[in-house]
């Protein structure tokens, strides 16, 4: 299928003369232009019949010329002549007056045409100087550039954390989301989770772990490093920093941590011992409890249970029914 556009209505080609070269030639009725096949001309049809004629641009005369090489030339200081005898004085004038008219037509080279010196002799060659300083100052070369002040980098905060399956502990970046053992090669999870609702599932973790108050968590056991409990909380915990209790309950897992936090208003009863190396208490505790630094019972705290501890602080209000140990960890 072709279009109306491009196709040839016509089947007789028409005859059109060149008006520089007179040449005739026959060209399609719907050409609007051309070359002249006589001169090279281009050639325009108007539509009132009219041809108009550019004639071609003559060839570039320097378009195929060779490059040419390139002439390197060297110059020489002048030497004069050590011997001045009284036989060749006048060839040494003549010699002299013919050096000094060479010099004067010899063309100067421009200075990037000057053989580049070696950057070690840069630095070892003396700064000239304009101010009339003595050519023998102890002034050396040492670049136009200043050196460019590389910045230190940061200091990445690490923590010591340790391998849940060896106790091995290592650094391990703050704000990694998991590192790696470098003794047994186990991977070690650092996210900080968030209990919203209730799971069946024990957390491991480096991180945070913070059980809001729609939150449960039945039998499953925790292992991290920061623990708040402000919802339903009754299993083991393993923390390696705060232990923080906000609720009033009962829990029969075991727990261990780093330090106890019972908060006012909190009710909590422990059926299992509880080991921790520092215990602050300012709600109503039942249970025994284990604390190898400091015990402090604060005004509103109320402790039912026997202690063994290193030392003990009580304030005025606090309240404690049981035996004391101190020492003998």
Do not use: W
Not at 78 to 103: G, M, V, Y
Not at 288 to 293: E, M, Q, S
Not at 298 to 325: F, M, P, S, W
């Amino acid at each position: 299928m072709a279009f109306g556009f491009f196709k040839d209505k016509s089947n007789s080609a028409r005859k059109v003369t060149c008006p520089l070269c007179q040449h005739c030639q026959q060209e399609s009725q719907l050409a609007v232009s051309s070359y002249c096949k006589g001169c090279g001309a281009y050639l325009t049809f108007e539509k009132d019949g009219e041809i108009k004629a550019r004639p071609q641009a003559p060839p570039d005369p320097f378009a195929h010329r060779p490059p040419q090489p390139k002439v390197e030339i060297e110059y020489k200081a002048r030497e004069e002549a050590s011997d001045n005898t009284p036989e060749d004085s006048s060839s040494s004038r003549t010699t002299k007056i013919e050096q000094e008219a060479l010099q004067s037509t010899t063309p100067k080279l421009p200075e990037s045409s000057e053989p580049k010196k070696a950057k070690n002799t840069l630095l070892n060659s003396p700064v000239p100087s304009s101010s009339g300083q003595d050519d023998e100052s102890p002034s050396r070369y040492q670049g136009a550039e200043e050196e460019k002040s590389v910045p230190t980098p940061s200091k990445v905060e690490t923590r010591e954390i340790a391998c849940f399956e060896c106790g091995e502990t290592h650094p391990a970046n703050v704000r990694a989301n998991s590192s790696q053992c470098r003794s047994c090669g186990r991977l070690i999870s650092m996210e900080n989770r968030e209990i919203k609702d209730a799971i069946s599932s024990g957390i491991q973790t480096r991180g945070d772990v913070h059980i809001y108050k729609k939150g449960i968590v039945h039998s499953a056991p925790i292992q991290c490093k920061n623990l708040i409990v402000e919802g339903d909380f009754t299993g083991d915990a393993e923390c390696s920093g705060d232990l923080i209790l906000r609720r009033n309950g009962k829990i029969t897992g075991k727990i261990t941590c780093k330090r106890l936090f019972v908060e006012k208003r909190a009710k909590i009863e422990f059926i299992n011992s509880i080991v921790m190396e520092e215990c602050t208490i300012d709600g109503i505790v039942t249970g025994h409890l284990a604390c190898r630094g400091l015990l402090a019972l604060e005004k509103k705290a109320t402790l039912t249970g026997n202690i063994k501890v290193g030392r003990l602080t009580v304030a005025d209000g606090a309240k404690h029914t049981g035996q004391i140990q101190m020492g003998g960890f």
